[in-house]
């Protein structure tokens, strides 16, 4: 069963911050939110996950509530080649599963 | 080296064809997954790889058939598939770990069984 819920699609602006949301109120404690992302027929590509603070790396920022039922995912400066289908992910602590919501489909306009 | 190499990229087979999808990585990781991915749906985990040992089974039908003869080599032999296994067939790996491991994926197999 999906842990996370996600808007279906999402349009921004080239140039613009991408903000895309993600509730997961189920989440338990020691269960970490990731976030990747699947460009048009490619593999899946990870982008960057957190457990209880708030995370950045050189593709994205990770903001989570302090409550851990939401998340967004923030893109600073959006291109065209950002446009994919964008997963958030609830990493089950007890084994290797990565329990994936349905996505989002961004699309960055020129 | 941060890739996952999957072969082939495209494959066509009948039902009653036998066939192999490869995957190989050289970072070292001793987790290795397989994965099936319906068009517009997320992907799907079939088998889980610890340390060349097989650790998850999610409830796969015998016609798909995991292999994990090293450490950085992944195969999936295929036999006797139906039409509706027709998919996008993705390889990943990771370092072994339950939580904090990303898992590295490949660019996938695009399955049709004819």
């Known amino acids: 069963d999906a842990k996370t819920t996600q808007p279906p699609s999402m349009d921004c602006a080239e140039g613009r911050a991408a903000n895309l949301p993600c509730n997961h109120s189920t989440i338990s404690g020691n269960e970490y939110v990731y976030w990747y992302r699947q460009i048009h027929s490619q593999g899946p590509q990870y982008i960057i996950h957190g457990l209880k603070n708030n995370e950045t790396n050189e593709m994205a920022s990770l903001i989570i509530t302090e409550d851990r039922k939401s998340s967004t995912l923030i893109l600073p400066h959006a291109t065209l080649r950002d446009t994919a289908v964008y997963y958030c992910i609830v990493r089950v602590a007890s084994n290797y599963q990565l329990i994936w919501g349905a996505g989002t489909k961004l699309i960055i306009k020129p | 080296d941060t890739e996952v190499t999957q072969t082939p990229k495209h494959l066509v087979m009948g039902m009653t064809n036998k066939k192999s999808l490869k995957c190989e990585q050289h970072?070292?990781?001793?987790?290795m997954y397989w994965y099936k991915q319906k068009a517009k749906k997320p992907p799907e985990l079939m088998f889980v790889?610890?340390?060349?040992?097989?650790?998850i089974n999610e409830s796969v039908p015998s016609r798909f058939s995991p292999e994990c003869p090293n450490s950085s080599l992944l195969n999936l032999h295929l036999h006797a598939l139906q039409p509706e296994d027709s998919a996008l067939y993705l390889c990943a790996s990771s370092q072994p770990g339950r939580t904090k491991y990303e898992q590295y994926f490949g660019p996938g197999t695009r399955l049709t069984v004819t």
């Open positions: 790889y610890s340390y060349e040992k097989l650790s």
């Open positions: 970072m070292g990781h001793r987790a």
